[in-house]
């Protein structure tokens, strides 16, 4: 059995049932992915680290106990499943670091971050695993905002601006956020065993068109309760963008960083970036953000 859907701007035909926004079965499609087995290496390697093995046209990324994936030309993924994983494991990571692969194997950028939709063009929330960035979301979603994507932003140029494709609609929330917004912490939603994350829907609130990036904002943590922003301006701007790139490596690990310095130049030069600092502290989360509300809305 075949599944359709579209993440990320892309058509994908899969025999694993993953998210994304059902698509029809006749059609063109951008990425192919089966399942099969995989030899251990690649026959010509470029570029090598613990986890994966590439070349110009290919890559091979092993994540333990979950699977190994066979990326190849940005249009077609093999998966070999470990003998004990679950499927929203190997989702877990073909939406995250395998996607990655794809996006930067066709050109696009992946950039860590969320992003909501405001007046017609595209806020990016960005910062490190745990900053904050899908609770962030969360509650720009509950205040009637669209979103585009929860972790991971594809990132390209159309008419000398960079835009935002959206990704699919579900973000992944700690457990200690879910409990903050009253949501339900069903067990089959949890993205793996023994890490109390879980997956929540957005579909009512999911904006499904490409759009043009306004400005990104860093989330900073600090032992603190008083709350900050920031500019970030001139040539920092850049290096805080190459910073926060989702899996920092794989540029060069995709022959690609040209493309990526390209795409991060104009992102710099086109938005406004900001550090915004909050508290650890879950009792002053409702605090930040109506904080961060007032000065990313106004």
């Known amino acids: 059995m075949k ?73 077609k993924v093999s998966i070999d499943p470990s003998p004990n ?12 670091s395998a996607m990655a692969v794809i996006l930067m194997q066709k050109g696009i950028v992946p950039f860590h971050g969320s992003a909501f939709e405001k007046n017609g063009k595209c806020i990016i929330i960005s910062g490190h695993s745990g900053a904050g960035k899908s609770s962030l979301l969360r509650y720009f979603i509950s205040e009637g905002y669209k979103a585009l994507t929860d972790d991971v932003c594809a990132l390209s140029v159309k008419n000398d601006k960079v835009i935002l494709s959206p990704s699919y609609p579900s973000s992944k929330i700690w457990s200690d956020v879910m409990t903050a917004f009253n949501l339900e912490q069903n067990e089959n939603k949890q993205i793996r065993p023994n890490i109390n994350k879980y997956q929540q829907s957005f579909l009512e609130n999911f904006y499904n068109k490409p759009l043009e990036v306004d400005s990104i904002y860093i989330l900073r943590n600090k032992m603190t309760e008083v709350f900050e922003l920031e500019e970030i301006k001139g040539f920092e701007k850049f290096k805080e963008l190459k910073a926060n790139l989702y899996r920092p490596k794989f ?43 007032e000065k990313i809305i106004g």
């Open 3 to 75: 599944y359709y859907f579209k993440a990320f701007g892309l058509n994908i035909e899969s025999e694993f049932p993953f998210q994304g926004i059902k698509i029809p079965e006749k059609g063109f499609f951008d990425i192919d992915v089966i399942k099969t087995s995989i030899p251990d290496h690649l026959e010509s390697i470029e570029h090598k680290s613990v986890s994966f093995e590439s070349n110009d046209k290919q890559f091979l990324l092993r994540i333990h106990n979950v699977a190994t994936f066979l990326i190849e030309n940005g249009k």
């Open 85 to 96: 994983a679950e499927n929203r494991e190997i989702e877990l990571f073909f939406m995250g």
């Open 251 to 293: 540029p060069e690990a995709t022959n690609k960083v040209k493309e990526t310095f390209i795409i991060l130049n104009q992102l710099a030069n086109q938005s406004k970036l900001f550090n915004l600092t909050r508290s650890t502290s879950i009792d002053l989360l409702n605090d930040f953000n109506k904080f961060a509300k």
